[in-house]
């Protein structure tokens, strides 16, 4: 018998904890494996048993969560954090896009009174919504933020119900 979710005791193989990614579903050991698998988000994961760790498996990141005997403490990464540099190449990113559609559309303004007057700001807003979008994306994935598994892991199991 597996021991309960969270229970107070050190990180083993043979123990069911909380996923640290989804932090829905349950981890626990792969038969036959030196490994753990989540039942909902299906990250694999592998243990270091004398430092209370676990690092993702199946991840280009290499995201480590540490056992405090009740829950995961912070997935950190071993390697450095972003610079400023990727900050400011992922502001250039949205601005400069954004300001080149907006500079064509305030040089060539529309004629007035026409049916599609409206298109140039519609399309210099659309163009910054983009752009953030693509940001905010990459600021998720690189700082684990579950968002998307999340997402796609809550339609898996409600569609499974059909």
Known sequence: MSEPINSSTR????GTYTCPVCRHGEISAIPLMEALACNFCRHI??????????????SQLPLTWRWNGRTWTGGYREENELGW???????AFVLLPTSIVGLGAYLFPPLPGSSLSWLPIFWTGLTFLCHSACLGWLVLEYYQFPLSLYIRALGERLFARF
């Open 45 to 58: 994961f592998t243990a270091n048993i004398e430092q209370q760790t676990l690092k993702m498996a199946d």
């Open 85 to 91: 540099g990727y900050w400011i190449a992922g502001i």
């Open 11 to 14: 990180l083993n193989f043979h």
